[in-house]
């Protein structure tokens, strides 16, 4: 439905198909304009624009830097009409060369370092282009690539640039746009050139035949990378993987036997600062039990020290060790999600970016021949005018001196054309020489052979593919260098017993009633005096040995592990419980204790189920534990007790106690298990384990009552039991 107003037409609209519409819009604008790069040019937008930009300001490698200010302001106010801090911070990630591997712009000033420092104002930094951003540059003024209009229709811009370098591959490219990503690692130009001279020679060349020239990527700041050949090839094959890579490391031998571990590359993208950070933090909470120290002595160059806690420990455990706790080792995700021409988002692979790369430099070869081919006929036209001029002088003279009209007249005379009357016209006296004559000759002599050779090219495709296979040798000259990253060996497997790194010594574990834990040196007694926060008090008190691991079984049913030596020691407030274990906040601990091998524990819900568990069944390697015994709410767990005696006792909520042998209790490892006493209202209070030689006990006020005649509440698993004893306290008396 549509109504006709004063300011133009509203129409009625389903919102969620506006915001359809619009959504798709946006999510378009951000595909194709800001954040995949084109397979072609390896560039986005902003980075073209800042280029291009350049080269209109005539910042050549040979000439002269600009502020980046200057730079910034034009990028803005004519091609990018967007924040200038977005621009500059475009431009400063191109003079970065342990970001880029290849720099386009070449910075004078602070532009950041690999700590995480930031560049300094864009008043301050100066830039201008590298000869490898000229090579992506070159060709634009020989109608290589199409122009299209600036946002404000003033200037035009290039829609794509010539790259007569693999930019690409060779820079990688990283970017998030809606619904999809892009991450592609830098590569060594060199052997990305001869990858590419391969494929033009093997056009059915597949990904691993190309490994043998491109076996990896190759990042600015060096490194190792670990990934196994065939795992590369996969990825390259796809177009999506990831590359593990390694900080590069070395031994330095001391004085006395000791030896320091000196890091002198790190892995590309990580901020060595916050390396630093990492590792000191994962060394202050004892995640790195054979690490002594760790300090930065860098410079220039990086070089990170690494002190063994003791020179026996051997140092490719101690980097392994390292490897899996901080940033020294990374996976770097490979997704070569990118525009094509046509400028639709596509996963492609090594070959079929190279093949892209290659097509476009057949079409800019072809579009420069076909442009110089026209300004070659252009010149000769002239050329074949001048030639008329020297030998019909005399009359040429006469016609220019006494003519009305004498650019028609030497039209009519001689069958000129237009632009070869117009040119004689502009001659100079001084061009009349002999000397001009002879060199005018010369000149038509070159471009006739090259008009001649350029109509070759055009007609023959072989001979365009060896000009671009030409081309690519002269880039590889011209722009290669060594690789940086070295490809070794998958690693063989490291097994890493931190525990023999440990000191065994006593500890009593303290858990409060509001989560709290900690942990005190030697073992405090009973009545030990013991410090909480206001409101707060013991819940549960644990001796152990710092090489012990813990087991905490909650409300909810799963079983928790715990590392003695990982809770923090003092006599402070200690540290949430949560922090150690992702237990939910609606549930609680029920038990804490050390299972030791052999030990069986009696699990109990509310709901009157249970069974028994072996204790290493209740071991859980992670930090959301082990799911053990199913609880279905209202249901909680309420009990996990030792398994020690022979006779069960139940009690439930409606005051009715039964007991039954413990061999009627089935042992599982997981599940709801079995009902052990029946109810027709309520649930389970409480449950023990106790020796029928023993009976039955619980605590009565300051002292311990046992029951040794148990035959009026004997039965048998799942009955509903009968009145407990007179004075058996209301609530969990066996657990008090």
């Known amino acids: 439905m549509a109504t006709e107003t004063e300011g133009g037409e509203i129409r009625d609209t389903r919102l969620t198909e506006a915001l359809s519409q619009r959504y798709l819009a946006y999510a378009l604008s951000t595909i194709t304009a800001r954040s995949l790069p084109d397979v072609r040019d390896g560039l986005k937008p902003v980075h073209r624009r800042v280029l291009w930009a350049m080269r209109q300001l005539k910042l050549d490698p040979e000439g002269g830097f600009k502020k980046c200010a200057r730079v910034v302001g034009d990028v803005i106010g004519k091609y990018h009409p967007h924040g200038d801090a977005s621009v500059y911070e475009a431009l400063v990630r191109l003079a970065q060369d342990f970001a880029a591997r290849y720099p386009l712009v070449e910075g004078q000033g602070n532009f950041g370092n690999i700590d995480g420092d930031n560049a300094a104002a864009m008043r301050y930094t100066e830039a201008r282009l590298t000869p490898f951003a000229v090579a992506l540059l070159d060709g ?22 010539p790259a007569a370098v693999p930019n690409l591959l060779a820079n990688g490219a990283s970017g998030i746009a809606v619904g999809m990503a892009t991450s592609i690692p830098p590569h060594n130009v060199g052997e990305l050139c001869r990858a590419a001279l391969h494929l033009i020679r093997h056009p059915e060349a597949t990904a691993r035949e190309l490994m043998a020239h491109l076996p990896g990527p190759d990042f600015p700041t060096g490194g190792v990378l670990v990934e196994p050949p065939e795992a590369i090839a996969a990825a390259y094959e796809t177009g999506r993987g990831g590359f593990r890579l390694r900080a590069r490391w070395e031994v330095e031998r ?39 120290d760790v300090r930065d002595e860098s410079a220039e160059k990086v070089r990170i020290l690494l002190e063994p806690k003791s020179r026996s420990v051997e140092p490719a455990v101690l980097m392994e060790s390292l490897f899996r706790t901080t940033a020294l080792e990374i996976r770097f995700p490979l997704n070569m999600n990118v ?46 005018g001048f030639l008329t001029v020297y030998l019909n002088l005399d009359e040429v003279i006469r016609i220019v001196r006494e003519e009305d009209k004498p650019k028609e007249a030497l039209i009519a005379a001689f069958g000129l054309t237009p ?17 001009e004559e002879m060199e005018i000759r010369r000149e038509h002599k070159r471009l006739s052979a090259e008009r001649k050779g350029l109509e070759a090219l055009l007609k023959d ?53 509001k989560g709290w834990i900690r942990a005190q ?23 152990c040995d710092t090489l ?35 237990l939910p906040p609606e549930d609680e601990p029920i038990a804490l204790f050390v299972a030791r091998e052999g030990q069986r524990f009696l699990l109990a819900a509310s709901d009157g189920r249970g069974f028994l568990a072996a204790a290493d069944s209740l071991l859980a390697e992670k930090r959301t534990g082990r799911q053990v015994l199913l609880v279905e709410p209202p249901a909680r767990a309420i009990a996990c007790i030792p398994a020690e005696g022979d006779m069960v006792a139940a009690l439930g909520e409606n005051r009715k106690l039964l007991v039954f042998p413990l061999e009627q209790v089935p042992e599982m490892a997981r599940g709801r298990g079995v009902a052990l006493q029946g109810y027709r209202d309520g649930g389970m209070a409480d449950v023990t384990v106790f020796r029928k030689a023993d009976g039955l006990s619980w605590k009565q006020g300051a002292r311990i009552r046992t029951e040794t005649d148990i035959t009026p509440w004997r039965g048998n698993r799942a009955g509903a039991g009968k009145a407990p004893p007179h004075g058996l306290p209301k609530g969990r008396p066996f657990s008090g």
């Open 140 to 161: 634009l003024d020989a109608d290589a690539v199409d122009f299209r209009p600036t946002y404000d229709g003033e200037d035009r811009e290039p829609v794509v640039l």
């Open 254 to 292: 001391q004085k006395g036997g000791g030896y320091r571990i000196v890091v002198t590359e790190i892995p590309y993208q990580v901020q060595k600062s916050r390396l630093i950070e990492q590792i000191a933090e994962a060394l202050e909470q004892k995640k790195l039990p054979l690490l002594a």
């Open 339 to 384: 525009l094509e021409p046509d400028r639709t988002p596509r996963v492609m692979g090594l070959k079929d970016v190279l093949r892209a790369w290659l097509d476009h430099r057949h079409e800019v070869l072809v579009r420069t021949s076909t442009h110089r081919l026209a300004q070659v006929g252009k010149r000769l036209e002239i050329l074949d």
């Open 419 to 435: 632009a070869q009357a117009e040119a004689i016209l502009e001659m100079r006296l001084r061009s009349l020489r002999r000397l």
């Open 461 to 513: 495709e072989r001979r365009r593919w060896a000009r671009i296979a030409e081309d690519i040798e002269a880039a590889a000259a011209r722009h290669g260098d060594a690789r940086r990253t070295a490809i070794e060996a998958a690693p063989v497997p490291v097994a890493i017993d931190a525990s023999a790194f440990v000191e065994r010594e006593p500890i009593t574990v303290i858990l409060s009633e």
């Open 521 to 543: 040196k030697g073992h405090l007694p009973d009545d030990a005096e013991l410090r909480f926060k206001e409101g707060d008090g013991p819940k549960f008190l644990l001796r």
């Open 548 to 582: 012990d691991r813990l087991t905490l079984f909650a409300s909810n049913g799963r079983a928790y592990t715990i590392k003695a030596d990982a809770i923090p020691r003092g006599r402070g407030d200690g540290q949430p419980l949560r922090m150690l274990i992702d």
